[in-house]
């Protein structure tokens, strides 16, 4: 028994170094998917404009990337940001893309596209818009 348990040990230790480093290999690489629901914050809105009531203000993420990045991440920490920016005056609907920042390096987001529909403000929305904020 002594015998068999010291014989070539030295291919024994480096079958236990090759076995552990691929373990660790493929523990660090593995990929995990979470699915969030982040508030939607809508930036560069156009002059004279505004968005009708009932838009959806929450929308689903997909994350993607390597797992301990994934579960490092605190939802609370991320922001789901669309740009109005290339909006046309007159437009009354837009296809816009959510961005998602900050994002940890080797992470990647799915996000569906927004149509948002835009509606001209009228003078009354205007004034109580004024006495809203005054």
């Given at each position: 028994m002594?015998?068999?348990?010291?014989?070539?040990?030295?291919?024994?230790?480096?079958?236990?170094?090759?076995?552990?480093?691929?373990?660790?290999?493929?523990?660090?690489?593995?990929?995990?998917?979470?699915?969030?629901?982040?508030?939607?914050?809508?930036?560069?809105?156009?002059?004279?404009?505004?968005?009708?009531?009932?838009?959806?203000?929450?929308?689903?993420?997909?994350?993607?990337?390597?797992?301990?990045?994934?579960l490092d991440i605190d939802p609370d920490d991320l922001r789901a940001v669309v740009s109005l920016r290339n909006a046309q005056p007159g437009q009354k609907e837009i296809i816009v893309h959510p961005r998602i920042q900050p994002l940890p390096v080797g992470v990647t987001a799915n996000v569906a596209d927004m149509t948002l529909h835009l509606i001209p403000l009228t003078d009354n929305s205007k004034k109580s818009k004024k006495k809203r904020s005054s």
């Amino acid at each position: 028994m002594k015998r068999w348990l010291l014989q070539n040990m030295g291919l024994k230790f480096l079958s236990l170094l090759i076995a552990f480093a691929l373990w660790a290999y493929v523990g660090s690489r593995q990929v995990l998917e979470q699915r969030l629901n982040l508030h939607v914050e809508f930036a560069d809105m156009p002059a004279g404009m505004t968005l009708e009531p009932n838009v959806k203000t929450n929308i689903s993420v997909n994350l993607t990337g390597r797992k301990d990045r994934i579960l490092d991440i605190d939802p609370d920490d991320l922001r789901a940001v669309v740009s109005l920016r290339n909006a046309q005056p007159g437009q009354k609907e837009i296809i816009v893309h959510p961005r998602i920042q900050p994002l940890p390096v080797g992470v990647t987001a799915n996000v569906a596209d927004m149509t948002l529909h835009l509606i001209p403000l009228t003078d009354n929305s205007k004034k109580s818009k004024k006495k809203r904020s005054s």
